[in-house]
């Protein structure tokens, strides 16, 4: 590999995890006139059923009015589920205009109920700043409450603060225990971040075997960084005896799906001929693709180093596969 060639360098610190769990409720059975009636009556349980049919279309239509009505009257009888449906909505723009301020507070009613989905979407809202003063002291108290109910995406957001140290003092061991927690429940982003733990030695003794089974798990449900990361330990030959041609296999899974890493990646082995028979005009189209997709300064510098080795015609040839590859990532 030439001297200015940069490869994507494996990283920690994934963003924090941002994701808001849609929970299913049992469909309509019939007419809805009985239940209808029940919430009509004052009962909480029926309204909150009647809202979350209407919210999820289970037996009927989607109507974000009729779901918020019925939320809104749960909500007045102190239901937390109610409480974080509306905060939901208005956090989502669902049949209301987006006020993270009224969402904050509907998390916040739901959550001092220990309501695990509010003090999850409250620490996201702690840590985004989103509604609320930015504070990742009180997002880490939040998911500290969703993460001790077992809710794994608060799980791998509390690791996150302490693998960080953002709202907490930097913990390596504590990371790992949260990450582990969450990794066995699937959680592919925190297989991913254990597997790095393990790979940098942060919080365990290093052990590259340990990281890879980790990244495979993550790359086994489609995780582009597990399987960007899958790719890198065999090139790298850690934790596995180094295979060029399986490394290619793992990251051609990963560019795929448009991971940068991978794209850049892939590049360096077309231009090296590591795995693969040498290729500039494949290295131009991933770093192109890398370029186009996400303006990555690696890319930028492996195309400066590399498109004056070319004849016009291999450039203009590599030009044409990027272009072609870029077709598959249209919403990028």
């Avoid at 960080?164 to 061991?173: D, P, Q």
């Avoid at 290295?283 to 510098?301: G, I, P, R, S």
Wanted: aromatic letters at 12%; proline letters at 2%.
């Amino acid at each position: 590999m030439k001297p200015c060639l940069k490869s994507a360098s494996l990283l920690l610190g994934l963003p924090l995890l941002a994701m808001l769990v849609l929970f299913s409720h049992c469909a309509a059975d019939g007419s809805l006139n009985p239940l209808i009636e029940k919430a009509g009556q004052g009962d909480v349980n029926a309204q909150v059923q009647l809202a979350n049919m209407y919210k999820d279309g289970q037996g009927v239509e989607i109507n974000y009015a009729e779901a918020m009505k019925w939320y809104r009257k749960a909500a007045e009888h102190g239901n937390p589920e109610a409480q974080y449906n509306i905060g939901r909505m208005y956090d989502k723009s669902l049949e209301v205009d987006q006020d993270f301020v009224e969402a904050s507070k509907w998390y916040q009613k739901a959550a001092e109920q220990g309501y695990a989905l509010a003090q999850f979407n409250l620490g996201v809202m702690y840590a985004s700043g989103d509604g609320v003063g930015q504070d990742y002291a009180k997002a880490m108290k939040w998911y500290q409450k969703a993460a001790e109910q077992g809710l794994k995406y608060a799980q791998f957001n509390l690791a996150a603060l302490y693998s960080t140290g953002r709202g907490v003092k930097t913990n390596y061991a504590q990371a790992v225990k949260w990450y582990k927690i969450a990794a066995d429940k699937g959680c592919s982003k925190s297989q991913v971040n254990l597997g790095v733990m393990y790979a940098k030695g942060q919080g365990v003794k290093q052990d590259y075997a340990e990281a890879m089974k980790w990244y495979k798990k993550a790359a086994e449900q489609g995780d582009t960084t597990g399987l960007t990361y899958t790719g890198y330990m065999y090139f790298k030959g850690q934790g596995v005896k180094q295979d060029y041609a399986e490394a290619m296999k793992w990251y051609q899974k990963a560019a795929d799906l448009g991971n940068l890493d991978a794209l850049v990646d892939i590049g360096a082995m077309y231009k090296d001929g590591k795995g693969v028979a040498t290729d500039y005009v494949k290295a131009v189209a991933y770093w192109t693709v890398a370029l186009k997709l996400y303006e990555d300064e690696t890319a930028k510098l492996n195309l400066l180093c590399t498109l004056p080795e070319m004849t016009p015609e291999q450039i203009e040839e590599g030009y044409r596969k990027a272009t072609a590859m870029l077709e598959k990532f249209p919403e990028q």
